[in-house]
């Protein structure tokens, strides 16, 4: 079974504050991607990238950087933390566009 | 944009019975189809995934697809209680990205 691990598992941020998510695969998958999930909004896609160097904005990137440095690894950062960022997120990876999609177990932020 | 609609917003059955979930794009330039499974406090795994007109079935699951509709479905048979858990939908619209589009869930209840 594909690997996805992400850290930390929980995190409270304070407001203004920076804030990194870490996301590491072993499945050696080209795509990765960060969603959110909040109550009544499923799951929605922030920043995806193909392979290392590169990133892509997804559907709701305000506020959220990403950065790929290797095939492995995948870090959302945000840069300056506000409490409507309070959310559960979820990293994934897949070996191409249709390809299963497999999910770490989440990081549960709180930004107060 | 492009929008995938799930219903019910929940669902209970009793154990042994039939479960049903919906899911309607509202674009009809979709690629695939996707169904995701999510048990608390865990990563959505993947159950399957239908991109032709008809029904796909994996063991107790069943998926239909009609395109001319727009409108998928999920049938679990013979449902248990570890099949208690959030169904997500996802519609792939654009196979260059791989970007998908989720449902809202359908929260699923089967009672003993």
């Known amino acids: 079974e594909a690997a996805v691990t992400q850290s930390p598992r929980n995190k409270v941020a304070v407001t203004g504050g920076k804030v990194t998510l870490s996301c590491n695969q072993t499945n050696n998958h080209n795509n990765m991607y960060w969603y959110r999930q909040d109550t009544g909004h499923g799951l929605r896609l922030i920043h995806y990238s193909y392979g290392a160097g590169s990133t892509e904005k997804g559907d709701i990137p305000d506020g959220y950087k990403a950065s790929r440095p290797s095939q492995e690894n995948f870090s959302l950062i945000l840069e300056l933390a506000t409490p409507s960022q309070t959310s559960v997120y979820f990293c994934?990876?897949?070996?191409?566009?249709?390809?299963?999609?497999?999910f770490g177990s989440g990081t549960r932020l709180t930004v107060l | 944009q492009q929008k995938v609609q799930q219903s019910p917003e929940s669902l209970s059955v009793p154990e042994g019975g039939m479960a049903s979930l919906n899911c309607t794009s509202s674009d009809r330039n979709f690629q695939y189809f996707w169904w995701y499974r999510q048990h608390s406090g865990e990563g959505p795994k993947a159950l399957m995934s239908i991109f032709s007109d008809g029904d796909k079935k994996e063991g107790r699951f069943t998926a239909h697809l009609n395109k001319a509709s727009l409108h998928v479905s999920l049938h679990i048979r013979d449902s248990q209680p570890s099949d208690s858990a959030l169904y997500f939908c996802a519609a792939l619209y654009n196979t260059n990205t791989g970007k998908l589009t989720f449902g809202d869930g359908t929260v699923l209840t089967v009672k003993p």
């Open positions: 994934a990876s897949a070996g191409g566009a249709t390809e299963t999609l497999y």
